[in-house]
């Protein structure tokens, strides 16, 4: 059997054996949004409390993946209801709660991308278009137009920072103006990556993670380490959002720049992660000691360098999808616990390398997912979050 049918078939058996935890996961949880297992610390399982948290969307949003991909009607309408109760649980987020629009932040893309976009392309719910467009004018609302970025957070001594996850969130504007037909949306988010891909993508294709700009002018004037080991490291996560944002970028613009900036940080992401066998540490310049992974960023990687597989030449694409193809099966090997003791299955996630800590983290279960729907088409682009709108 050809290799490319061998890894649809491994692809299509982990997607079904995913299917089949989380599916379980769902009946003992009811509407609780998973976030995190801390199997290795306090034992405790913990669930998103507070509205306004970035992370709110990746349980809604494996729901419909597993919707847009099981075979089975039953489960189809079950995941329907229970992601469609989640979403307006959200509502307080935008609507409801004192903290309001003053808890909310640069990820709403995050929070709702996999939740009401996916919601409105997938069962045409019109308050589900609604709610992702109060959240895209949110978003294009952090613009600053004098320093030429989308501000991350919430606080004045904050308010020049810019961020690398924010390159994420630009898929809820290119989606806002593929639905609205407004080109604004989507020049805010092209004007963001550019000036993103200008300033924190180093020249070996390394990440900052936060850049503070001056609000009046826009020039880069420090760095921060963020949720990576310090000032001039290079978190992995972070690289890994660079490879997928700068995807979503190229699709929603076109722009060649885009795509080779994802190759390049997609290289160096490749050279790094094979040095501890494909599972990324959390910071790829940190010290020896201690030793910590984030699953995460593999699995983010993966399905980003999955989307850059199928945007380049035929001679191109064995890098990148035999790339991902060696993270996705590494992190199986390593990090997938297919047991009933837990209710994630990718353990060693790292939500910051500053906590110490490995996890089972929602996100890493919410991109391997994705990507091995895009190796196997179950559930490819359910979640619309690659922003191309198919
Ligand atoms: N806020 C995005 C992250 O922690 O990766």
């Not at 407004?182 to 070996?204: G, Q």
């Not at 190229?250 to 080779?260: I, K, N, S």
Request: proline residues 3%; charged residues 25%; aromatic residues 12%.
């Amino acid at each position: 059997m050809a290799d490319a049918e061998m890894n649809r078939i491994w692809a299509a058996e982990t997607w079904k054996r995913m299917e089949e935890k989380l599916h379980r996961s769902l009946l003992k949880n009811g509407d609780k949004i998973l976030y995190t297992i801390d199997k290795n610390g306090d034992g405790e399982d913990r669930y998103t409390e507070r509205p306004s948290c970035w992370i709110n969307g990746f349980w809604p949003g494996i729901l419909w993946q597993l919707y847009q991909g099981t075979g089975d009607g039953g489960r189809k309408a079950l995941y329907a209801e229970h992601a469609k109760r989640m979403e307006k649980m959200l509502d307080k987020a935008l609507f409801e709660t004192e903290e309001g629009f003053e808890g909310l932040h640069h990820d709403v893309g995050f929070m709702w991308v996999p939740t009401s976009a996916a919601s409105y392309r997938l069962t045409k719910d019109p308050a589900s278009r609604r709610r992702a467009l109060v959240a895209a004018n949110y978003l294009a609302s952090r613009w600053n137009p004098d320093g030429g970025f989308l501000t991350a957070w919430n606080s004045k001594e904050k308010e020049g920072w810019s961020i690398i996850d924010t390159m994420m969130n630009l898929s809820l504007l290119y989606w806002a103006s593929e639905e609205t037909g407004y080109e604004r949306f989507a020049r805010i988010a092209d004007l963001h990556a550019e000036k993103t891909m200008n300033n924190a993508v180093r020249p070996d294709g390394s990440v900052i993670h936060i850049l503070h700009y001056d609000v009046r002018t826009g020039e880069a004037l420090e760095s921060f380490g963020g949720q990576g080991y310090g000032v001039g490291s290079s978190w992995s996560r972070g690289q890994a959002w660079a490879i997928y944002g700068f995807m979503v970028s190229y699709l929603g613009t076109g722009r060649q720049e885009y795509l080779d900036t994802a190759k390049r940080v997609a290289h160096y992401f490749l050279a790094n992660a094979a040095q501890s066998g494909y599972v990324p540490h959390v910071d790829f310049r940190s010290p020896e000691e201690p030793v910590l992974y984030d699953s995460t960023a593999g699995a983010i990687a993966a399905s980003g360098m999955l989307m850059l597989a199928e945007a380049v030449p035929e001679l191109e694409k064995g890098l990148y999808r035999n790339g991902a193809l060696l993270m996705l099966k590494a992190l199986e090997k390593e990090c997938c616990d297919f047991s009933e003791d837990t209710d994630l299955i990718l353990s060693k996630g790292a939500e910051a390398y500053r906590y110490r800590a490995q996890k089972y983290i929602v996100y890493g279960d919410y991109y391997y997912l994705e990507a091995l729907g895009r190796l196997c088409g179950r559930g490819i682009f359910s979640t619309g979050s690659d922003g191309s709108g198919r």
